[in-house]
């Protein structure tokens, strides 16, 4: 692996003069497919025979890769397609194929963050052999019924032990007049029981089913594992922190320093506006709710919550009974999925696990797209026998897909390397992450050994 360091340092120290100036390329190829999905190709003059390809590019990302020699794709999906992951990924491989036809790359990594991080595992799990490698990054991997389902599980405990007596409205949205007032329905209940010992230890319980990061404020370390009052802040900041376009509310900052540039936005309205107005657009594309909660016994999914000693110590010291608090969720569970929107999901929104090749994951381990995530998929890897094709890596770092330029190119440079000598060998230990991220002069870097609990919300398995 030394080896491999010096090989990139080197190609890095000559990239970073490029940096300084512009990152040159010889030539720009662009197309659009059927239907109206676009792309674009910039190859360098010095170009290494390998595409990288971004579902949702970044500039500074690209860049660094076109400095060591990699030719960089993008895609713009279609007009109106929507949280469509399915479609999404059928434009892309029709992209790839002109691709093939016009520049004719050697070798195709494909990258994918979030959403298009589901697109991606799509894309290598596709057959057609358009791709020899991908990354995926923060990867919505459980597929959309599974997210729903836990965004249901949070949303349910909120409204069950929060808002007694309120009527909120979770599923079958008509009209962003209902998401509007869900949300704020939602976030004025959690503002509410942050006042109180018996309020936080329920928010805790929320964050346990809703898989809400303890991790809150990126200018300190994570809260020590038994520190679970400094968890529940992180909790509630992240169910209800606003932080878009300088704009800041409701934020516990339990002491700690504001970073520069305010607090890290984890998406545009904060995570409980995020989870019904992406409820919505589901709903309307699979034609019903996708997610369901009858029969659930929240008892047991609490059991294998990786956050349960802290929910029983809030517990305790609110002097609060939690049995009783998780029978009336299970008693108060009867939210059914509609047959043909969970079909829909099957067919547009699922990923199989059945791996065609290598694929590098990184996440966050502060990312409300869960590392859990992670467990479900590698569990769908090995049922499928592709277990050899796949790496989780983790770095520490507080947001939704918050890479830095050094961690997203360490994590291409792994899979080039891997496709190229057909073992991964060390090369995605943490350490090993690290070292290769830090000699590309690129910044800071965070590669940390982590591992993620069990996905709780699959209705289908067990956790």
Same mark, same amino acid.
């Given at each position: ?64 890769? #076109? ?36 520049? @004719? ?204 000693? #802290? ?39 699922? @990923? ?112």
């Amino acid at each position: 692996m030394k080896n491999v360091y010096r090989r990139f340092a080197a190609a890095a120290a000559m990239g970073a003069a490029l940096l300084g100036a512009s990152a040159a390329w010889a030539q720009t190829h662009e197309g659009t497919v059927a239907g109206g999905a676009k792309w674009s190709v910039e190859v360098p003059d010095t170009w290494n025979g390998v595409l990288v390809t971004f579902g949702n590019p970044n500039r500074e990302v690209g860049a660094a890769l #076109q400095a060591l020699g990699f030719a960089v794709g993008r895609f713009t999906a279609r007009p109106g397609i929507g949280l469509r992951p399915r479609e999404w990924a059928n434009d892309q491989l029709a992209s790839l194929r002109d691709i093939r036809t016009r520049v @004719a790359p050697r070798t195709v990594i494909s990258v994918g963050y979030s959403g298009p991080g589901l697109v991606n595992t799509m894309l290598s799990e596709d057959a057609g052999g358009l791709t020899q490698g991908a990354v995926t990054g923060c990867a919505l991997s459980v597929g959309l019924r599974n997210l729903f389902n836990a965004h249901l599980d949070g949303a349910h405990a909120l409204s069950v032990l929060l808002a007694p007596g309120e009527t909120i409205k979770l599923v079958d949205f008509t009209d962003a007049l209902e998401i509007n007032r869900t949300v704020a329905q939602m976030r004025a209940a959690v503002m509410r029981a942050q006042q109180t010992p018996e309020g936080r230890a329920r928010i805790a319980l929320v964050g346990a089913f809703g898989l809400m990061p303890t991790w809150f404020d990126p200018g300190a370390a994570p809260p020590g594992a038994d520190d679970f009052d400094a968890q529940e802040i992180a909790q509630y900041n992240h169910l209800t922190a606003l932080n878009v376009n300088g704009i800041e509310s409701a934020v516990v900052e339990g002491g700690a320093q504001r970073p520069e540039g305010g607090w890290p936005a984890v998406t545009a309205g904060g995570n409980l506006s995020f989870i019904a107005h992406s409820r919505f657009d589901i709903e309307r594309l699979a034609g019903g709710n996708t997610s369901s909660n009858v029969g659930v016994d929240y008892a047991r999914l609490l059991a294998q919550a990786p956050t349960r000693r #802290q929910v029983e110590a809030l517990y305790a010291r609110a002097g609060l009974d939690l049995a009783a608090d998780l029978r009336r969720l299970s008693e108060a569970a009867n939210i059914s999925a509609a047959p043909g929107a969970i079909a829909w999901t099957a067919q547009n929104a699922t @990923a199989s696990g059945r791996l065609r090749v290598p694929m590098l994951s990184i996440r966050p381990i502060s990312d409300i797209a869960g590392p859990q995530y992670d467990t479900w998929y590698a569990a769908r890897v090995r049922e499928a026998g592709k277990s050899g094709l796949l790496r989780q890596a983790y770095v520490q770092e507080v947001g939704h897909c918050r890479f830095t330029p050094a961690e997203a190119t360490a994590a291409v440079l792994t899979v080039k390397a891997r496709i190229e000598s057909g073992r991964w060998g060390d090369s995605t230990a943490p350490q090993a992450l690290q070292a290769l991220a830090e000699s590309l002069n690129l910044g800071r870097a965070a590669f940390v050994s982590f591992t993620p609990g069990p996905f709780l919300s699959d209705r289908d398995r067990a956790p």
